[in-house]
C-alpha cells in the first residue's frame, strides 16, 4: 500500500466545487488547511504507480485545481518492480 500526503491550491471562486470533487474520490480523505485556497489530502493507492497516476490523472485534472503536489510518501511494500524508486521520486 502507499500513502500520499498531498496538498491543492484550487482557483479561489471554484474552492467549494473543488473540495466537493476531492472529497467524493475514492480513497481519498481531506484534511483541512489553514491556508486559504489549499486542501490537504491523504491518497491511498495499491501502489507508487497508482498513486501517481491518481495524482497526475484525476486529482491534477479535476476542474479548478491549479496544483497539486506531494508533500509525504510513505510506501510499505517492496513488492513492485524494481522501477518504484523511480516513480516516487517523479511523484
Do not use: Y
Request: no cysteine; aromatic share 2%; charged share 30%.
Amino acid at each position: 500500500m502507499t500513502v500520499v500526503g498531498i496538498v491543492v491550491r484550487a482557483e479561489a471562486e471554484r474552492f467549494e466545487e473543488v473540495r466537493a470533487r476531492l472529497a467524493a474520490l475514492d480513497r481519498v480523505q481531506l484534511i483541512e488547511l489553514e491556508e486559504p485556497g489549499r486542501i490537504g489530502l491523504v491518497l491511498e493507492a495499491q501502489g507508487l504507480k497508482q498513486a501517481h497516476d491518481r495524482l497526475r490523472g484525476e486529482i491534477e485534472r479535476t476542474p479548478g485545481v491549479l496544483t497539486a503536489w506531494p508533500v509525504q510518501v510513505h510506501h510499505d511494500s517492496d513488492s513492485e518492480s524494481q522501477n518504484h524508486h523511480e516513480v516516487a521520486a517523479s511523484l
